[in-house]
């Protein structure tokens, strides 16, 4: 379990894909290029390489945590999360997306 006063400290926002692409020798991870909304340049590395394509996720609105400290994925720093569902029945990976309408940086409540 955790607190309240923990989980409230995730920073939940819109996040836009600027531009995505597969890390070179992995075979699960993607990086992401994002607009969180700020000016400040937000990479996140996923591995979602085997249920989506790099081409196909570009201009979507997801849904990641973004105050995460950095952590190395194959050398690259990964400052966050996206977020994702997975239905166990299908054993398949679904991002959460948003409505294009929603703005980079908003947050969720």
């Known amino acids: 379990m955790v607190d309240f006063v923990t989980f409230s400290k995730s920073d939940f926002r819109a996040v836009k894909v600027k531009e995505c692409v597969a890390v070179p020798k992995s075979r699960k991870l993607l990086q992401f290029n994002l607009d969180d909304g700020t000016d400040a340049e937000c990479m996140i590395l996923s591995?979602?390489?085997?249920?989506?394509?790099?081409?196909?996720?570009?201009?979507?609105?997801?849904?990641?945590?973004?105050?995460?400290?950095?952590?190395?994925?194959?050398?690259?720093d990964s400052c966050g999360m996206i977020i994702s569902a997975i239905y166990e029945e299908e054993e398949k990976l679904h991002l959460l997306m948003v409505d294009d309408h929603i703005p980079a940086g908003a947050k969720l409540y």
Request: hydrophobic share 45%.
């Open 47 to 76: 591995g979602i390489y085997p249920y989506y394509e790099p081409e196909e996720l570009i201009g979507k609105a997801l849904i990641a945590i973004t105050n995460l400290p950095p952590r190395a994925m194959m050398g690259i």
